[in-house]
Nanobody, 120 residues
Framework: QVQLVESGGGLVQAGGSLRLSCAASGTFFSINAMDWYRQAPGKQRELVAAITSGGRTNYADSVKGRFTISSDNAKNTVYLQMNSLKPEDTGVYYC??????????????WGQGTQVTVSS
């Protein structure tokens, strides 16, 4: 079984910064990609940023130039550095991992979510 544990959320004023972390633990063959999603109240969950095991990244247009996703493959950890935060960045941020398990079965796992609140 794989677990994703997120940390780093909180309350910050507009223009401030936060850094989220997500660590994967358990027994698995490899991590193919790790992503950050967010869900604002009353809205659908949306992809914020993604990174593959090879380091290729992808960002939502709304966060380009402000957020940076990175990973430490040795620690099975992904980070999301969020700068110049805006009130519209408020929401629950979820980590997602695309993992290949032993036996080559590919599965998606979700973290429990961490709240980010940006005050104006």
């Amino acid at each position: 079984q794989v677990q994703l544990v997120e940390s780093g959320g909180g309350l910050v004023q507009a223009g401030g910064s936060l850094r989220l972390s997500c660590a994967a633990s358990g027994t698995f063959f490899s991590i193919n990609a790790m992503d950050w999603y967010r869900q604002a109240p009353g809205k659908q969950r949306e992809l914020v940023a993604a990174i593959t095991s090879g380091g290729r990244t992808n960002y939502a247009d709304s966060v380009k130039g402000r957020f940076t996703i990175s990973s430490d493959n040795a620690k099975n950890t992904v980070y999301l550095q969020m700068n110049s935060l805006k009130p519209e960045d408020t929401g629950v941020y979820y980590c997602n991992a695309d993992i290949t398990e032993f036996g080559l079965l590919r599965k998606n796992y979700w973290g429990q979510g961490t709240q980010v609140t940006v005050s104006s």
